[in-house]
């Protein structure tokens, strides 16, 4: 389903169970992908961005952490599966990418990067989400400073796999 | 639900090349994902079963390091390569420790001899109308839930109520 009107995006409001194709083409939804455990949620411009490129590689490079701590890193992108597919191996990455090449929650998540008339991208956010898709924390990726850095998101599921799991 | 389903698998029997979910099938038991056994099945499907059906001793702790990186090598580039075809996978627990094996069922047997998993136990190819079809693990996860066979399992989604 997609919804019309704009999306708020906000710590403790709930973020929408996004279907989209994953970089195989297989059809995902983000519920069964969050598969009842944390998620880093990663919205990118696209392979061609060279801030894209180097923040990629920093997730890879924590991908080793998020593999044994029970917790979900997921990146979304306007490339097709098939250009995901390609940057994902060239990266090295074990996480999984949806592709929104139709562009169908751009405008619902209010995420157009507007500025670039080309490619009509994604506006480089990270959302931090509780299991349920609750939004935890939400980090704005523009001059690429805003991106949320390794260590907040080692914050972060810190606080969410606190809150979820020892109770 | 059978008990083993509710801890996150279901037992699975492989003696040669039969696979069978009756106990009395005989054979040399596994615990398997148990949600392809839950789906719709893929009549005509191929498993690839990495798997010793004759030797107790053919077991391998769940967390030595090339247990874990054949998971990694699925999730990276195995999961990718078979695409479209792929129906679902499932490792092969022997108890909550031992690693015995995997199986890779598909729609097609062209790929099996790049199986990452056949590097711990050999593989044979079975044709079978046992698994459905399931999404593959998204990943990056390799840790497995409570002693289930990767990439089964899961922790209960708590409701907003819970969070401390």
Redesign the interface.
Known sequence: MVLREAIVLEPGRPFPDLDLP?????P?RLS??????PVALVFFRGFWCPKEQRYMRALVGV??E?????????AVSVDSPEVQ?AF??GL?????FLSDAERRWLGPLGLLEADDTVHHPYRPTVLTL???L?VHALYRGDWYWGRATMEELRRDMRAIT?????? | MSAEVARGFRWLWLDGDRLSLDPDAGGRRFGADPRPFEAEPVRGAWAHVCAVCDDESARIPYDQPEVQLARADALAWWIPLLGDSLVCLTTLSLDSVHYGGAITVTRDPDRFRADPFARLFPGRVIRTDLFGEVPPPPGPVLERYAGAPWPAGSFSAPSEGDRA
């Open positions: 994953d970089h195989t083409g297989r995902r069964e992908v969050a598969g009842g455990d991908q080793d998020f593999e044994v701590a029970y917790a979900r890193l997921v597919s994902r191996a090295g990455a074990r996480f999984l509780f299991p349920d609750t606190r809150a979820v799991r020892e109770r």
